[in-house]
């Protein structure tokens, strides 16, 4: 197993990057990357988050991280990357010899871009693979943050929103899919918030929201292998790219002014005000169980109605 990894490794690093690079496109508006560069200057850090369609999703973050480099050069600093947490259970094959093998061989890519992959044992690994947490794990996390990476945080950490409605045959064939789910997390936002804030030097942290669209056609959620629009895509036709928008940075102050209160006391009211900062942005096939609510909609026309003043 080994020598095969090694060489799809090589295969990748060779024929498959300039390809995949085409494969994901990144979007910013003028006022966003203003925003974001003011930010930069003045020494402020970053948790990025955002919806979470597959196990391809971590290509996207490459995109980002390469924007955000630029940002900071234009600016005089330095941006040296983000923490991209991967379960644990990638890496031991307890989710797939597949998936096993196409994360051994795309990590090299990731870290060479600036995405640190961080193997963390979820809950979940524990009672469904018995995987045991350790320690180390946070550490590891904690000595990234001091080394001047941010944090990415992809709340849904399932795959079902990237989920086809007619499971195996919507792999095949398409169709929509199952949509964002509800992140009732307590503790991720306000802890890699804490986290970072404490561990990064920081003078501010934001969160950052990241848009992901269309992951999915590439590496099905329903069945973690590449997929015939991947390969498409790899070696015919990268001309209809995947898509990560990066929204407006939302700082503390604005949460405050949001929530009227603490806004770190209640972390299942802060998820799901972020969470919804994304899901208003997707299209209405993408959005699941979020297209439903009245409180989306009104945020959506509210938004709009900003826009267009």
Not at 18 to 29: A, N
Not at 63 to 90: H, N, Q, T
Request: hydrophobic letters at 40%; proline letters at 6%; charged letters at 25%.
């Amino acid at each position: 197993m080994a020598v095969v990894e090694k060489d799809l490794g090589r295969f990748y690093g060779e024929r498959i990057v300039p390809r995949f690079d085409s494969m994901v496109q990144v979007t910013m508006t003028p006022e966003v990357r203003e925003e974001c560069k003011e930010l930069i200057a003045k020494d402020w850090r970053f948790v990025f988050f955002g919806d979470h369609q597959s196990q391809g999703d971590g290509w996207g973050v490459v995109k980002v991280v390469r924007e955000f480099k630029g940002l900071a050069a234009e600016v005089g600093k330095d941006f040296p990357g983000v923490i991209l947490p991967f379960a644990r259970s990638m890496f031991t094959g307890h989710q797939g010899k597949i998936l096993q093998v196409l994360t051994n061989i795309s990590v090299p890519y990731l870290e060479e871009e600036g995405v640190r992959v961080w193997a963390y044992t979820r809950h979940k690994d524990e009672i469904k693979y018995g995987l045991k947490r350790s320690p180390s794990e946070i550490r590891t996390m904690i000595r990234l943050i001091q080394e001047g990476n941010d944090m990415v945080y992809l709340a849904e950490a399932s795959m079902e929103p990237g989920r086809h409605k007619n499971g195996l045959l919507g792999f095949i064939f398409g169709g929509p899919i199952k949509g964002m789910i509800p992140v009732d997390d307590p503790d991720g936002f306000v802890s890699f918030h804490h986290l970072t804030e404490k561990h990064g030097k920081a003078k501010g942290v934001a969160f950052v929201p990241l848009v992901t669209n269309d992951t999915y056609r590439y590496l099905g959620a329903d069945i973690p292998i590449p997929t015939m629009e991947f390969l498409q895509a790899l070696f015919v036709d990268p001309s209809n790219p995947a898509q990560v928008a990066v929204e407006r940075p939302i700082t503390p102050a604005r949460l405050e002014r949001e929530f009227r209160e603490n806004w770190k006391e209640d972390g299942v009211a802060l998820s799901h005000f972020l969470m919804k900062q994304v899901a208003i942005r997707l299209p209405p096939h993408a959005r699941g169980i979020y297209r439903a609510e009245l409180e989306l909609e009104s945020l959506a026309s509210a938004i709009e109605l900003s826009e267009a003043s």
